[in-house]
T-cell receptor, first 113, second 116 residues
């Protein structure tokens, strides 16, 4: 039972354009969401998070949008840079749980110069 | 902040052997997690400590797996009688339980296990 889904395994975007990565979840108890970036041979690096009391959080070039009714979140990267090429994972955690984080399967982003 | 440190980075072992991995979390972090990642998948939760108490274990964690966090500092993950299906990247992460119930996980660079 995959509670967090990233349905696009890969995405290619031109440098300078917007990258939009999507994530869907099924567990309505999730109340905290995160995005991670992973380069080969390294551990995931935290990018940005959002609590369920918000619908948007912004940090520099990265913005996360949360649509609770649709159980959907997205990560926008503007403008995209070649160094953004990596695998991106969304993750979610449930209120009242042990604060374990459930990860999606990842989307490989390639930013073309 | 020296980050989360994992040792070794790579481990090749023969089927049936025991292996042990070590994780040193960020020093002030009181939560420590172990995840496993295989090719094409996201990190899968294995177990979680708050200080020295192991609060949850995944069903993925068979009896051959054991994790400890003595004194609430570093942690070890042992796999006994390894099987080829145990080949994966084992990731350790830590976070700080503070006023906010949720806080991001900070990951180490993982230990890649290959069972031959």
């Amino acid at each position: 039972d995959q509670q967090v889904k990233q349905n696009s395994p890969s995405l290619s975007v031109q440098e300078g354009r917007i990258s939009i990565l999507n994530c869907d979840y099924t567990n309505s108890m999730f109340d905290y969401f995160l995005w991670y970036k992973k380069y080969p041979a390294e551990g995931p690096t935290f990018l940005i998070s959002i609590s369920s009391i918000k619908d948007k959080n912004e940090d520099g070039r990265f913005t996360v949008f949360l649509n609770k009714s649709a159980k959907h979140l997205s990560l926008h990267i503007v403008p995209s840079q070649p160094g953004d090429s990596a695998v991106y994972f969304c993750a979610a955690s449930a209120v009242g749980g042990t604060y374990k984080y459930i990860f999606g399967t990842g989307t490989r982003l390639k930013v073309l110069a | 902040d020296t980050g989360v440190s994992q040792d070794p980075r790579h481990k090749i072992t023969k089927r049936g052997q025991n292996v042990t991995f070590r994780c040193d979390p960020i020093s002030e972090h009181n939560r420590l997690y172990w995840y496993r990642q295989t090719l094409g998948q996201g990190p899968e939760f294995l177990t979680y400590f708050q200080n020295e108490a192991q609060l949850e274990k995944s069903r993925l964690l068979s009896d051959r797996f054991s994790a400890e966090r003595p004194k609430g500092s570093f942690s070890t993950l042992e796999i006994q009688r390894t099987e080829q299906g145990d080949s994966a990247m084992y990731l350790c992460a830590s976070s700080l339980l503070g006023e906010r119930a949720h806080s991001p996980l900070h990951f180490g660079n993982g230990t890649r296990l290959t069972v031959t």
